[in-house]
């Protein structure tokens, strides 16, 4: 990923925003894809562009695309991705823990979060406050994988996905998901 980023820097790699909604329009309809592996939703800091993620939206109209942000949910950004999700394109809320996706929910947005990662072996478990939360299907499964799943873009859903820690950064999200570290950047509005 790090080599991928610093060509982007470099500018010897990657297309202009508006090129990629472009691309978008172009996928089948019905098509299920994610925006973004890596980085959150176009805009400067912490605020989203109504612009932009406009554009973005329009380009996935009859697609299902999806992504997740950190952003504060500010008044403003907490409109950007209500209508996001209204019309098709679904952002789901990031949390770091499962106390921090009992604060994201009250947005009543689609929500994730990081779990420690001895609940990989689980189907579900609940937040402090009891609200459900589905083990990520694909994090449990060789048979399942995000185009058989696609959980992440049922904006309407009636719980919090959860995904265990892993990887080669899975001791930091492990600790960030226990609350043991703060992870920046930290949505708490």
Known sequence: MRLHWDKITNGLRGISFKELCKQ??????????RHN???????????????????????NTGKRGF???HKRMTP??????NAANKSGFTINLSANSLQHADKLSKYKQPVVCVLPS???????????????VVVCPATRSSVITCKTCALCQKADRKFIIGFPAHGSSKKKADAVARGIINHKPLVTT
């Open 37 to 59: 592996q890596a980085g959150d939703l176009p805009g400067k800091g912490e605020s989203i562009s109504l612009a932009d993620m406009a554009d973005l939206v329009q380009a």
């Open 76 to 81: 403003d950004n907490l409109l950007v991705v």
């Open 118 to 132: 001895d609940h990989a072996t689980l189907r579900s478990c609940t937040t402090p406050q009891g609200r459900k």
């Open 24 to 33: 978008i329009s172009k996928l089948p309809q019905g098509q299920l894809w």
């Open 67 to 69: 992504t997740y942000t």
